[in-house]
């Protein structure tokens, strides 16, 4: 009876909490409190997250702030994600785009509404963003973001460019072991075991060619990828090459990267030299191992699972800040061999530090063990504790920054260079919202949510309580809802599952939902163009200034980068001059269409401030002629304007700036 009338209860708190229609999240509120001015942005993008641990929190809605950050508008060529707030020299010029995080991004930048920011980056790196410097898994990260919005014709638009650039990779094939080899440098891992102890343990940073489970487990996940859309799409011939070639590779990931010695997946060798013999494995484990779980390439069965034990072990991968990238017992396990040559300080190395690429990879995989496999070594309460342990990375005396790698035993970045700030060679969020809340996208109407929290109260990991919202999926928004006591939310306690605002399933307690949905087509996206983005300091669309008019300095305004970190500086300034009124102007080159802009300006509390005022001209023959009213600056978020189409090659911003203060235009944007 107890039972009954505890389903009963369920029942009716869920219809109370259909009819009444309101959502758990206050979402205008937390995003006023997160991003002050910049709120709007995340209000109509962002899943909103809340639960019992604010540090999760918190740092959810700070790799929020990232992904926007490492946005930058190409004009026509749409959005794309960087990696490094600022240039850097191996980038791919001159949209400072690179590869090997690419999948990070995607797989984040899927979970948003606006779909124009995943979309455009797939079609940018499948129209020649792709360059092949690193070793990579994106057509497969585009696979996964189709099992998000479920817009097929968008992603299989790129199949015989996906097609082609697996095919380009059989430059690194050795047919005769049916497996993918590449140098670790090129993996984006340099100084590893395979390439310290080709070098005799004397350097790293180049060789050490070898068979290694990241670059079988990506082209196992690419080829798969590849298969799926095929079939989708009705190709069928297609669909069995790939999937033939992703079991081969599956085959032969298994028989020959599995080391029984070591119970984890290794490299072996792809070179001959006085160090090394060709086939031979490597000597010790390495957090790589675990990439064949990411991609789903490793079967359901207990001789694997053991590999996990390695990763849970503090002697081994598992360090007090985080995880390392080999073993303490490797004999060049945290030896520095590389130093920037301008600051003298400690440069990349994988041959033990910790790092959010990898620390991303192995607890996407332990998700998918969770999720898919029966086995007993690894647990909810493991992951937990993980992304906890991972969350905690972030903070550097207590502000949220995060940087390229980190010593494992005490958490403080080991490069710390200049360029670090804020990075995105990693994923976060997307760990929250697939693995903690559980949503595992399908390509059918089904949602599926089977959160990975712990379950027993007692658990350290347990969340009381927790709730996302406003995830798109399949057409639809939908949200996750957890409260053990029914006091957070409103709803009543249990878990409930949300599709357009309206419980669709739930449970008194934790445990896996499904619903099946009606199908929906995903909305469109608007795809406006920024006439004034020029990622070049010539040609044009041209800046020019009233003071500090050097041209890589106006540049900066127009590139398409928005940020308001204040580590790395960017755009236009008035700084060095007392002038209460400035102007800064774009030429266009030809006489365009102008209808409103955009202005992003920085402001710190100190040197910099928003301008009081500001007009917007266009000149039309000799006069400047004032467009809409005059706009109203925000600090640190998007002052927008507006006015009757007008056709002009010049369009300046007049700005009066506060007494005792500079201004910084961090990006002016004109459609």
Known sequence: MRRIAGAVLLALTSMFAAAAGAPPLDERAIAQARFGNDAPWYENNIPFFDSSDPLLNRIYYYRWQIFRAHQRDLGNKGY????????????????????????????????????RYAGDYIDYMYQGGNDRHFAEAIADAAYQRFLVDGDLAAVAANLPAMKRIYAEWDDHYDASKKLYWIMPLLDATEYTISSIDASGG?????????????????????????????HLTGDEETARLYAGKAEELRAEVLKSLWSAKFSHFIDRYQVTNEFVKYWEPIRGRELVGYLPWTFGLVPDEPVYAEAWRHVLSPDQLLG?????????????????????????????????????????????GMANLLHDAHQTVATRSDYMRLL??????????????????????????????????????????????GGLVGIVP????????????????????????????????????????????????????????????????SSPGLTKLSVTLIHKDAPPVARPIDLAMNVLPTGFPHGNASVNADVYAVQRALDGRIWYFPEIANGWFTEGSTARTQWFSVDFGKEQVLRSAELAFFADGKTFAAPRACRIQVLRGKRWIDVGGPCRPLANGITRAGWRPITGRLLRVLFTVPKGKAIRLVELKVF
């Open 320 to 364: 007090p800040a985080g995880l390392r990238t080999n073993e303490p017992s490797y004999q060049y396990y945290m030896r520095q061999y590389r130093y920037d040559r301008e600051t003298s300080g400690r440069e990349c190395q994988w041959n033990g530090p910790l790092w959010p690429f990898q620390t991303t990879q192995v607890l996407t």
């Open 388 to 433: 906890k342990q991972y969350a905690a990375l972030h903070l550097q005396n207590g502000k949220p920054d995060l940087e390229e790698d980190y010593d494992p035993d005490s958490g403080k970045p080991i490069v710390g260079l200049p360029r670090s700030h804020h990075y995105f060679h990693s994923g976060f969020d997307d760990l929250v919202i």
């Open 442 to 505: 399908r390509e059918d109407d089904v949602l599926v949510v089977d959160p990975l929290v712990p379950r027993d109260p007692a658990d350290p990991g347990y969340l009381r309580y927790f709730a996302l919202q406003s995830v798109p999926y399949h057409g639809h928004l939908i949200g996750v809802v957890f409260d053990a006591d029914g006091k957070r939310y409103g709803m009543g306690a249990g878990l409930f599952v949300l599709v357009d605002g309206r419980v669709a399933a």
């Open 202 to 230: 004397k350097d790293g940073f180049t060789g050490g060619e070898a068979f290694r489970p990241s670059i079988n487990s990506y082209m196992f996940a690419n080829a798969r990828a590849i298969g799926r859309l095929a």
């Open 80 to 115: 794309i994600s960087t990696e490094f707030l600022d240039d850097v020299g191996w980038q791919l010029q001159p949209y400072a785009s690179l590869n090997d995080a690419t999948g990070f991004h995607i797989l984040e930048g899927r979970w948003l509404r606006d779909r």
